[in-house]
């Protein structure tokens, strides 16, 4: 275990081979036999390559493994797509945190980070966008990630498996590939979308900010309208008027496709002016983006 924590992905493929037998005895025992303990199984193998590293006790690997398994099947049964896969009670740490941490912290702490990154570069960008604001944005819901991709849930969940069993399939095929640096494209990426927010809340004309947006980008609404680049910079001027501000909460980032999460505030005089969250979607083509599809997660305002 202690070789796969250090970043060898050989290692790891190993790891879950030696107990995945055990997995999958689980997620037959609560799905019963057939594609869904398999899909449950490979499902598991994706949490495992981004939190093996906040294993505390190599001899908890195994129980840890099987209740994942548990867990994953659990809420397949539930159907409620959108919770998150819980870990069992003592067997990883958090570095002092009050919560699960965030994925691509810690990827960002963990050797396997680059491995993880050069698999999912290898799918096709269809894959890559489901797997991107599945496993690594707060976007998780099947319903959501339909909704923002404007393809039915069914196709989601056929593209999810698809992605699971060709991350699995490529554990070991992957392994001793030299990897470029991920985490500096996720620092290059995040950096934009600072100064990017930043522009906006000082007033500044968002759509000026060329080095990222082609002048041409195409802007999808979370309506579905379609606007230019030119109406993202009134629209965020806007809300800078009506007193709205944006906080970066996270950036995923891949070579042709880049998610940014952010919170909306609304201003106190007017605390349902706007949906509490944003997620821009950004379609790059050579180092621009030429796409941009913005989407608010679902919004339940009784709730607030």
């Known amino acids: 275990m202690h070789a796969a924590q250090a970043g060898d992905a050989a290692s790891l493929g190993i790891l879950l081979a030696r107990h995945r037998a055990g997995m999958y005895a689980v997620a037959v025992g609560v799905l019963g036999y057939g594609s869904d303990a398999e899909d449950a199984v490979q499902e ?140 500096a494209l996720h620092t290059q990426h995040r950096r934009l979308a600072e100064h990017t927010l930043a522009s906006v809340h000082r007033g500044d004309d968002a759509c000026k900010l060329s080095d990222w947006w082609l002048p041409q980008a195409d802007v999808v609404w979370p309506s579905g309208a379609r606007r230019d680049i030119a109406g993202l910079g009134r629209s965020l001027a806007r809300d800078l008027s009506d007193g709205v501000r944006h906080e970066l909460l996270n950036v995923v980032a891949s070579r042709e496709v880049v998610v940014w999460e952010a919170a909306l505030h609304s201003p106190p005089e007017d605390p349902f002016h706007c949906p509490p969250n944003l997620v821009w979607v950004h379609y790059v083509h050579g180092d621009r983006a030429n796409k941009v599809r913005l989407y608010h997660p679902r919004w339940d305002r009784s709730a607030h």
Not at 86 to 99: H, I, K, Q, R, Y
Not at 143 to 148: R, S, T, V, Y
């Open 44 to 183: 598991a193998a994706i949490i495992a390559l981004r939190r093996i590293g906040d294993i505390r006790d190599p001899d908890a690997v195994g129980p840890w493994l099987r209740m994942v398994v548990r867990n994953v099947c659990r809420a397949m049964r539930r159907r409620t797509t959108a919770e998150p896969v819980d870990e069992p009670t003592g067997a990883v740490v958090f570095s002092g945190l009050d919560g699960p941490p965030d994925p691509a912290e810690v990827l960002d702490r963990h050797a396997l980070r680059e491995w993880v990154w050069t698999a999912v570069e290898e799918l096709t960008p269809t894959l890559r966008l489901v797997t991107l604001l599945r496993y690594f944005t707060d976007l998780t819901s099947y319903e959501d990630i339909a909704a923002l991709c404007d393809t039915p849930v069914g196709t989601v969940r056929s593209r999810l498996n698809q992605a699971r069993s060709k991350l699995s399939g490529a554990l070991l095929a992957t392994a001793e590939r030299k990897f470029g640096d991920a985490a």
